[in-house]
């Protein structure tokens, strides 16, 4: 959609499975819109010029830069947010346990962004060497950890939903 | 018997809360707030000659445009300085906005309040500033030259203060020696980078006098006690909360930033909340640095490599202004002579005003430099004289048996610099070991044949942590049995919500998420010091120990009073305060807090229980509450140390440098690390891993480029290269343990550890590769090209 400096347009999307329609100026970034408008605050801003990660949702399923994307972009998307990672409100999703388990996170400023850009491929990650998965979040910066807990983090988290299911059945 | 948790690699308390999102940082907080942009100096010297605010105006949505000439009071004085020293003859500190003259690129000159950021932003950048620029001093060594540019217009020279120290007979020492060296060694300025920068959310309120302000501060107490102050109100009302933050690595323990002073002054003249949220490039350019120092050395030695005298004279780069007084340099000159038995040594600094981003420490806090100084020393040592460098550092070595040691300085307490315990040999032994010392020297002969390059580099540190003066912890045990405990002192990602927890879960037998920490937040505690010099587990879990065994103390009176039998007998488990060999005779430790806590009305099952327990214990008083007790299960207590207490550690790293593309690869990084008893393995072994990345960081990967006119040249994470998954090589760590005797828990701090040996074990690796010496820091690619390529 055309907007020109300082016009608004509605644009929905959904957020987690909520939908919503927003009015949004052309120049406001999704993180911000995320943020302050819906109020989901797990998404975080480390940089603004897209290279810490941090504020990293999948938008219709893929791992994106929020402070890269005008919100106004994202007219008819599908937004998934930390917010909509666990299934209920005190269960953790397996990903979030093996963070846990593995000590991937300190002040928990880019575990956001860590957690959404590792989603859709923790699956995989048991069978990545090293250097493929410290190459798979090389897109993402921590300050706190030197990311051993957060690798071992996305190396487990397959094994915890493994066992979980075993316990399920 | 139940577990004890002390020890234990407890799970994080604070962890499902961040994983999920529910994170609580400060600009989550008060989206309606009015938001602040500021206009920050362009260039790094210069007066100001006008402000023209005009092409703001028709902008929709300003509420108010600031400079200094809005500033009354107190508010248009200098800012506080924190630390004075004797040494220090000109403490210049910044103005909340700028006054007549800039000194800084970055010094903030004008505020902007808005409707949103966006609005502020438009009208920050409609600001028009003119400037008359002034010379400028930016490096260093510049700055101590005679006749150089004066960063501040008001002084003779750039030097903001000098101090000097001595012990022993350093020119005995040195015409005894047979062999006297000098050397120079330089370092570059670094920058914490916490992935959250600062922020801060002020709500003034008139009508009660009162003033609530979210901050991302490692010190929400200093920030209150500094702010009642300067608003002339009751500290009472003042409240200062530190709610998650993003990583703080010692930027954050300034007081006061001018945002700090600015934001709430806003909220106060405008009658609403106001918000400031820190943008990537503000914090290169507003929020303080560390680092910048140069050395010129003299050491003697013995035949066989031992120092006999060592001396220092070095620069530190103080940056504009020097609100945390002398404390960088003091520290580096503290914590020089590391591990090692140095019996004459004296130091001369001189602390200088250059026109850059003001410094304060950054983890590490001067210790980085002194380690990196110290260690190639013991490196170029063992080369003049053909040594072993492992054997040169054994010689010099402090003996098991020699604490407490006196390293004959003054410590950054301003007390003396007292080692408490330490073994250094084996620490080394354990380091070499894991290592296979031997068989890393063989392989790297076997390369030097085939044209690789590969080098070795060790690095050895002391590290004073636990300073005082004191830190305090609250506790009250709630009817529910759960416990909540309330500090002083925040949290930036170092687990405070676990660690203290286990601390108080042995003592009171309450599973450790029954424990409930609030760190940092002034309405729950309001005394003390704040996080930084790695010293919350220290100060603060001794201060949390204290108060928990008095509430033990005070729940097995209560309790031995309802349940008939001896204090003594009372063992605490699982909630309960049982009698020991009489499994059925129990109390919960909530009712406990109930009967404490005499009440007329019973609400709930739990209280109705407690009422008829609370008449039996106090049958034979004379009253509800017998004289002497107050009511509730709950108490504050300080713990004060003595002394730091002094941590130790050596890393060796194994690097292969490529001859095509001058990159460093990382084969082996090895640490060992021995920072007293461990309250929760995991969380140590994490703050040692990411102070390591840091470190690695700070010595080939992040340099902060400041051309010659003071401008940060690379002042975004695009061009500022903090190291990714990809750059920091698999760490192996392994520990030993000599418990500081100073404190009840044996504990000494771990926070900085990681980082400090750095810069010296690259340098003395990338050194031992290249077979030329690394003596100024950090390195790159080109600077390896150029020593390889260019001679
Ligand atoms: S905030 Fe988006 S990449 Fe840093
Ligand atoms: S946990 Fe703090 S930045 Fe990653």
């Known amino acids: 959609m055309a907007l020109n400096p300082g016009e608004s347009a509605r644009i929905e999307l959904t957020v987690n499975g909520i939908a919503h329609q927003i009015d949004v100026e052309a120049r406001w970034l999704l993180?911000?819109?995320?943020?302050?408008?819906?109020?989901?605050?797990?998404?975080?801003?480390?940089?603004?010029?897209?290279?810490?990660?941090?504020?990293?949702?999948?938008?219709?399923?893929?791992?994106?830069?929020?402070?890269?994307?005008?919100?106004?972009?994202?007219?008819?998307?599908?937004?998934?947010?930390?917010?909509?990672?666990?299934?209920?409100?005190?269960?953790?999703?397996?990903?979030?346990?093996?963070?846990?388990?593995?000590?991937?996170?300190?002040?928990?400023?880019?575990?956001?962004?860590?957690?959404?850009?590792?989603?859709?491929?923790?699956?995989?990650?048991?069978?990545?060497?090293?250097?493929e998965l410290r190459k798979a979040i090389s897109g993402q910066l921590c300050r706190c950890t030197g990311y051993a807990g957060i690798l071992s983090a996305i190396r487990g988290a397959a094994e915890i939903e493994r066992s979980r299911k075993g316990a399920e059945s | 018997m139940t577990t004890r948790m002390f020890g234990q690699s407890v799970k994080r308390n604070e962890d499902p809360r961040l994983l999920t999102g529910k994170g609580r940082y400060v600009d989550d907080i008060e989206h309606s707030a009015a938001q602040v942009a500021f206009v920050r100096s362009e260039p790094a010297h210069a007066r100001i000659i006008d402000i023209d605010v005009s092409g703001t105006l028709d902008i929709d949505g300003v509420l108010g445009i600031y400079t200094y000439e809005d500033l009354e009071g107190d508010f248009a004085k200098p800012l506080?300085?924190?630390?004075?020293?004797?040494?220090?003859?000109?403490?210049?500190?910044?103005?909340?906005?700028?006054?007549?003259?800039?000194?800084?690129?970055?010094?903030?000159?004008?505020?902007?309040?808005?409707?949103?950021?966006?609005?502020?932003?438009?009208?920050?950048?409609?600001?028009?500033?003119?400037?008359?620029?002034?010379?400028?001093?930016?490096?260093?060594?510049?700055?101590?030259?005679?006749?150089?540019?004066?960063?501040?217009?008001?002084?003779?020279?750039?030097v903001s203060g000098r101090v000097?120290?001595?012990?022993?007979?350093?020119?005995?020492?040195?015409?005894?020696?047979?062999?006297?060296?000098?050397?120079?060694?330089?370092?570059?300025?670094?920058?914490?980078?916490?992935?959250?920068?600062?922020?801060?959310?002020?709500?003034?309120?008139?009508?009660?006098?009162?003033?609530?302000?979210?901050?991302?501060?490692?010190?929400?107490?200093?920030?209150?006690?500094?702010?009642?102050?300067?608003?002339?109100?009751?500290?009472?009302?003042?409240?200062?909360?530190?709610?998650?933050?993003?990583?703080?690595?010692?930027?954050?323990?300034?007081?006061?930033?001018?945002?700090?002073?600015?934001?709430?002054?806003?909220?106060?003249?405008?009658?609403?909340?106001?918000?400031?949220?820190?943008?990537?490039?503000?914090?290169?350019?507003?929020?303080?640095?560390?680092?910048?120092?140069?050395?010129?050395?003299?050491?003697?030695?013995?035949?066989?490599?031992?120092?006999?005298?060592?001396?220092?004279?070095?620069?530190?780069?103080?940056?504009?202004?020097c609100s945390y007084g002398l404390i960088i340099p003091i520290i580096t000159a503290a914590q020089m002579q590391g591990p090692y038995r140095i019996e004459n040594f004296r130091y001369e600094f001189r602390n200088l005003f250059t026109n850059k981003v003001p410094t304060s420490p950054y983890r590490g806090a001067g210790r980085p430099h002194a380690v990196y100084v110290m260690e190639r020393v013991i490196d170029k040592i063992a080369l003049e004289l053909e040594l072993d460098v492992a054997e040169v550092r054994r010689r010099n070595f402090i003996g098991p048996n020699e604490f407490p040691y006196d390293v004959g300085v003054t410590f950054q307490d301003g007390g003396p610099t007292i080692y408490d315990s330490g073994e250094y040999e084996r620490g080394l032994d354990v380091l070499l070991d894991a290592l296979d010392y031997g068989n890393a020297r063989a392989e790297q002969r076997k390369a030097a044949e085939q044209g690789r390059l590969m080098g070795i580099g060790i690095g050895y540190y002391v590290e004073g942590t636990g300073i005082g003066p004191y830190e305090g912890a609250a506790i009250k045990v709630l009817a529910d049995g759960s416990v909540t405990v309330a500090l002083g002192f925040s949290s930036q990602g170092q687990g405070h919500e676990t660690v203290f927890a286990q601390i108080v879960s042995d003592e009171l037998g309450v599973a450790v998420d029954k424990v409930k920490v609030t760190s940092g937040d002034t309405r729950r505690i309001g005394y003390g010091v704040g996080t930084f010099a790695s010293r919350s587990a220290v100060v603060g879990g001794n201060a949390v120990f204290k108060a928990a065994v008095q509430i033990r103390k005070q729940a097995a009176e209560v309790a031995a009073r309802s349940l008939e039998v001896a204090a003594e007998d009372l063992v605490f488990e699982n909630g309960q305060i049982r009698v020991a060999g009489a499994p059925d005779l129990s109390v919960g430790l909530g009712q406990v807090a109930l009967i404490s806590n005499p009440l007329r009305y019973a609400f709930g099952e739990e209280s109705q229980e407690a009422v008829l327990l609370a008449q039996r214990a106090y049958a034979q008083s004379d009253r509800p509450l017998p004289d002497g007790m107050r009511p509730g299960l709950e108490t504050a207590e300080f713990y004060s140390p003595t002394s730091g207490v002094f941590a130790f550690g050596a890393h060796a790293v194994v690097i292969e440098i490529d001859p095509d593309t001058c990159n460093l690869k990382i084969l082996r990084y090895v640490v060992m690390h021995d920072c007293g008893a461990v309250i929760n393995p995991m969380i140590v072994e994490g703050q040692i891993l990411g102070g390591v990345a840091q470190g690695i960081g700070g010595?080939?990967?992040?340099?902060?480029?400041?051309?010659?006119?003071?401008?940060?040249?690379?002042?975004?994470?695009?061009?500022?290269?903090?190291?990714?998954?990809?750059?920091?090589?698999?760490?192996?760590?392994?520990?030993?343990?000599?418990?500081?005797?100073?404190?009840?828990?044996?504990?000494?701090?771990?926070?900085?550890?990681?980082?400090?040996?750095?810069?010296?074990?690259?340098?003395?690796?990338?050194?031992?590769?290249?077979?030329?010496?690394?003596?100024?820091?950090?390195?790159?690619?080109?600077?390896?090209?150029a020593i390889l390529y260019k001679g």
């Open chain 1, 31 to 131: 993180s911000d819109v995320l943020r302050h408008t819906i109020g989901l605050t797990g998404t975080h801003v480390g940089c603004e010029h897209g290279v810490c990660g941090c504020c990293t949702v999948l938008i219709d399923g893929e791992p994106a830069r929020s402070c890269l994307t005008f919100a106004v972009q994202t007219d008819g998307a599908a937004i998934t947010t930390v917010e909509g990672l666990a299934a209920s409100d005190d269960g953790l999703h397996p990903l979030q346990e093996s963070f846990r388990m593995h000590h991937g996170l300190q002040c928990g400023y880019c575990t956001p962004g860590f957690l959404m850009t590792a989603l859709p491929i923790y699956e995989r990650a048991p069978e990545m060497s090293d250097e």
């Open chain 2, 80 to 158: 506080p300085l924190l630390i004075p020293n004797d040494g220090l003859f000109a403490p210049k500190t910044q103005y909340a906005l700028a006054h007549e003259e800039v000194c800084y690129a970055g010094e903030v000159i004008a505020m902007v309040v808005a409707k949103d950021r966006y609005i502020a932003e438009d009208a920050a950048s409609a600001i028009r500033v003119e400037y008359e620029t002034l010379p400028v001093v930016a490096d260093l060594e510049e700055a101590a030259r005679p006749g150089a540019p004066v960063a501040h217009l008001d002084m003779e020279d750039n």
């Open chain 2, 164 to 321: 000097s120290e001595a012990k022993g007979d350093v020119d005995a020492a040195m015409a005894a020696a047979s062999h006297v060296y000098q050397w120079r060694f330089s370092m570059e300025r670094a920058a914490a980078m916490p992935m959250e920068g600062r922020g801060i959310v002020a709500h003034y309120d008139e009508s009660d006098q009162s003033l609530l302000l979210y901050d991302s501060t490692q010190a929400p107490t200093g920030v209150r006690g500094g702010l009642a102050l300067l608003f002339g109100l009751d500290p009472d009302r003042v409240h200062v909360v530190a709610p998650d933050i993003g990583g703080g690595f010692g930027m954050k323990v300034i007081q006061f930033y001018p945002e700090e002073v600015l934001v709430p002054w806003a909220s106060r003249l405008l009658g609403i909340p106001v918000k400031w949220t820190e943008d990537r490039r503000e914090d290169f350019i507003g929020s303080n640095h560390e680092r910048g120092q140069a050395h010129e050395v003299r050491v003697g030695t013995d035949d066989e490599g031992r120092i006999l005298g060592m001396e220092t004279n070095f620069l530190n780069d103080a940056g504009a202004y």
């Open chain 2, 699 to 785: 010595a080939f990967y992040e340099r902060l480029a400041y051309d010659d006119q003071g401008q940060l040249q690379n002042a975004s994470f695009m061009d500022f290269l903090i190291p990714y998954a990809t750059e920091i090589p698999t760490v192996e760590l392994h520990h030993t343990e000599t418990k500081s005797p100073l404190n009840p828990l044996g504990i000494k701090g771990v926070g900085e550890a990681g980082t400090i040996p750095g810069p010296a074990v690259i340098a003395n690796a990338v050194s031992d590769a290249l077979g030329r010496p690394i003596d100024s820091m950090p390195i790159s690619p080109l600077d390896i090209y």
